[in-house]
């Protein structure tokens, strides 16, 4: 079957590191995504990972090894703001715009 | 109007009525896509447009019925519906099917009673 895994919840200090994994076992491959979503709004693009590696781009980076069906979203100097449900998806094939999203991370900066 | 938009933002509806949800898209893509997000569910796929041409439909009953008249235009409509079909709809649209990033409208809050 399909299946995305991600912690529900996590909880991290204004300026600190955070890093948010997520596992994948899918029928296919091609492409991991990570959104960002605000409570009550729309979920915003973030990074999208196709080969092995990490993806930096300013204070997020996204990280994906294929063999271990592993990514994580890292979250430099947090801020108030970044507090949102962080979605990581996979597309399961080629020729498709099927994503399969995992529950989301509920991430809370606190002062 | 920027972006993906989306109307209603809230709908309440009794389970014999017939509604309809409007997405529109001002970025001059070609793909459009509707997704349910469930309390505590993944976000799932409903449907694909890729050029007005329905390409995905992820198994959905046929109580949704959408509707992509052209490539900025995409419409959901409901009709006797379910208590367990109250979610936030979203839409979301893409230069083509197989581009990376998808832009996700702000959604329809919809409740079935």
């Known amino acids: 079957g399909q299946n995305i895994d991600q912690p529900t919840e996590m909880t991290a200090t204004e300026g ?3 890093q948010i994994n997520c596992t994948y076992q899918t029928s296919g491959f091609n492409g991991l995504f990570w959104y960002q979503q605000h409570a009550g709004e729309a979920p915003t693009f973030l990074s999208y990972n196709v080969l ?3 993806e930096e781009k300013g204070r997020f980076s996204s990280f994906l090894s ?3 069906g592993y990514s994580y979203l890292l979250l430099k100097e947090l801020q108030m703001k970044d507090s949102a449900s962080y979605l990581c998806a996979v597309r399961d094939g080629y020729n498709t715009d099927k994503l399969i ?3 989301g991370t509920r991430l809370q900066v606190f002062p | 109007e920027t972006g993906v938009t989306q109307t209603p933002r809230h709908l309440v509806m009794g389970m014999t009525n017939k509604k309809s949800l409007k997405c529109e898209q001002h970025l001059g893509h070609n793909a459009m896509y509707w997704y349910k997000q469930s309390a505590k569910k993944p976000l799932e796929l409903m449907f694909v447009y890729n050029f007005k041409e ?3 439909n992820n198994s959905v009953p046929s109580r949704f019925s959408p509707e992509c008249p052209n490539s900025s235009h995409l419409f959901l409509h409901l009709h006797t519906l379910q208590p367990e079909d109250s979610a ?3 839409c979301a649209s893409s230069q083509e099917v197989g581009f990376n990033e998808q832009f996700f409208g702000p959604g329809t809050r919809l409740t079935v009673l």
């Open chain 1, 52 to 54: 092995d590696g990490l």
């Open chain 1, 66 to 68: 294929r063999s271990k």
């Open chain 2, 54 to 56: 329905q390409t995905e």
């Open chain 2, 88 to 90: 936030l709809y979203l």
């Open chain 1, 101 to 103: 999203f995992g529950t």
């Open chain 1, 16 to 18: 600190a590191i955070v």
